[in-house]
């Protein structure tokens, strides 16, 4: 590793939908998380782009979906990202609440058990999808900020993303270049673990191994974004992984973030993404972030053809009783 800054942990995670009307209502009315920018993908203008955070849309708290209607459903396997944890308040008190709040709602979780490394009590459930989700449990951990929608008390919400798990054909390879060119760090207590930046919850990664490929589609994550501070941070990525002999997608204007992507050694799709200028940089307030259908201002003048080319989201905003 040479003199570029070390990733700071997870930045967001980026999953695909094929239903944005029941994705819309389990990640925002079941999971209780806020919808903070509703947009389209800005290479696929006819698919919207949903951001799910904290309250304040923090970096590290974004869980985000492309929505493509006719996409197959996705498999887990060599390849892909296997699975998402978020992080949640309390203990294990709060993830049985948790358990019983999701089966009310159809979704059946397992038992509430300990991920391993962290030791932190975990319940693993999936989404509507299929996609594979873990809530893991910090009681007085430090964090996001959780929304008052949340159908659980403050306490118990989801405040932010804690770890990922890659599912690799060749896990050597892969950790070789996690921490010879990414800078990860092996976790003590746990071969399988890998940690960024501060370390621990938010800055965490699995790596799991299996032969059998698998595939992308719904219910399957798209990338993994790593935070950086700002652009000087980026530029310095992308001139130290050209020197490294990575490709690279040069720096990419998201507005609400600067993107730098890449793949992994198991075809694994990363980004780097910047901390700003964040979601109410296109003039949204904080109070009614994700109410309407924001652009870029690069996109704006296209407004009422991408407008047509959607169907309508029920983004009324959820409100706790």
Same mark, same amino acid.
């Given at each position: 590793?040479?003199?570029?800054?070390?990733?700071?942990?997870?930045?967001?995670?980026?999953?695909?939908?094929?239903?944005?009307?029941?994705?819309?209502?389990?990640?925002?009315?079941?999971?209780?998380?806020?919808?903070?920018?509703?947009?389209?993908?800005?290479?696929?203008?006819?698919?919207?782009?949903?951001?799910?955070?904290?309250?304040?849309?923090?970096?590290?708290?974004?869980?985000?979906?492309?929505?493509?209607?006719?996409?197959?459903?996705?498999?887990?396997?060599?390849?892909?990202?296997?699975?998402?944890?978020?992080?949640?308040?309390?203990?294990?008190?709060?993830?049985?609440?948790?358990?019983?709040? $999701?089966?009310?709602?159809?979704?059946?979780?397992?038992?509430?058990?300990?991920?391993?490394? @962290?030791?932190?009590?975990?319940?693993?459930?999936?989404?509507?999808?299929?996609?594979?989700?873990?809530? @893991?449990?910090?009681?007085?951990?430090?964090?996001?900020?959780?929304?008052?929608?949340?159908?659980?008390?403050?306490?118990?919400?989801?405040?932010?993303?804690?770890?990922?798990?890659?599912?690799?054909?060749?896990?050597?390879?892969?950790?070789?270049?996690?921490?010879?060119?990414?800078?990860?760090?092996?976790?003590?207590?746990?071969?399988?673990?890998?940690?960024?930046?501060?370390?621990?919850?938010?800055?965490?990664?699995?790596?799991?191994?299996?032969?059998?490929?698998?595939?992308?589609?719904?219910?399957?994550?798209?990338?993994?974004?790593?935070? /950086?501070?700002?652009?000087?941070?980026?530029?310095?990525?992308?001139?130290?992984?050209?020197?490294?002999?990575?490709?690279?997608?040069?720096? /990419?204007?998201?507005?609400?973030?600067?993107?730098?992507?890449?793949?992994?050694?198991?075809?694994?799709?990363?980004?780097?993404?910047?901390?700003?200028?964040?979601?109410?940089?296109?003039?949204?307030? $904080?109070?009614?972030?994700?109410?309407?259908?924001?652009?870029?201002?690069?996109?704006?003048?296209?407004?009422?053809?991408?407008?047509?080319?959607?169907?309508?989201?029920? /983004?009324?905003?959820?409100?706790?009783?």
């Amino acid at each position: 590793m040479t003199s570029v800054p070390a990733l700071q942990g997870l930045h967001h995670v980026t999953a695909v939908t094929a239903d944005a009307r029941r994705n819309l209502d389990f990640y925002t009315r079941v999971l209780g998380m806020r919808l903070v920018k509703t947009t389209v993908n800005q290479d696929d203008v006819s698919a919207y782009h949903l951001f799910y955070a904290d309250a304040l849309g923090s970096p590290g708290t974004e869980l985000t979906f492309f929505e493509w209607e006719q996409v197959p459903s996705a498999h887990v396997g060599a390849g892909t990202v296997s699975e998402t944890a978020l992080r949640v308040g309390g203990g294990r008190a709060e993830l049985e609440a948790w358990k019983t709040h $999701l089966a009310r709602h159809g979704r059946v979780a397992g038992e509430v058990g300990i991920w391993s490394g @962290i030791g932190l009590p975990s319940l693993a459930f999936t989404d509507p999808e299929g996609q594979p989700l873990r809530l @893991i449990a910090e009681e007085g951990a430090a964090g996001g900020h959780p929304w008052p929608g949340s159908p659980l008390p403050p306490e118990a919400s989801v405040f932010g993303l804690s770890a990922v798990t890659l599912t690799v054909r060749n896990v050597a390879e892969t950790a070789l270049f996690l921490t010879e060119v990414l800078g990860f760090r092996a976790h003590p207590d746990d071969s399988s673990l890998y940690e960024t930046g501060r370390g621990g919850p938010g800055a965490n990664l699995r790596l799991a191994a299996s032969a059998s490929p698998g595939g992308q589609g719904a219910g399957g994550v798209h990338h993994v974004a790593w935070t /950086v501070e700002n652009q000087d941070e980026q530029h310095a990525w992308r001139e130290y992984l050209a020197v490294k002999g990575v490709p690279n997608s040069g720096l /990419v204007d998201r507005f609400y973030f600067q993107s730098l992507y890449f793949r992994i050694p198991g075809g694994i799709l990363f980004e780097l993404a910047t901390r700003g200028p964040g979601f109410t940089a296109d003039g949204e307030s $904080l109070a009614h972030l994700g109410e309407r259908l924001s652009l870029p201002p690069f996109l704006e003048a296209r407004r009422a053809q991408i407008e047509r080319g959607l169907p309508p989201l029920d /983004v009324a905003p959820v409100v706790r009783p």
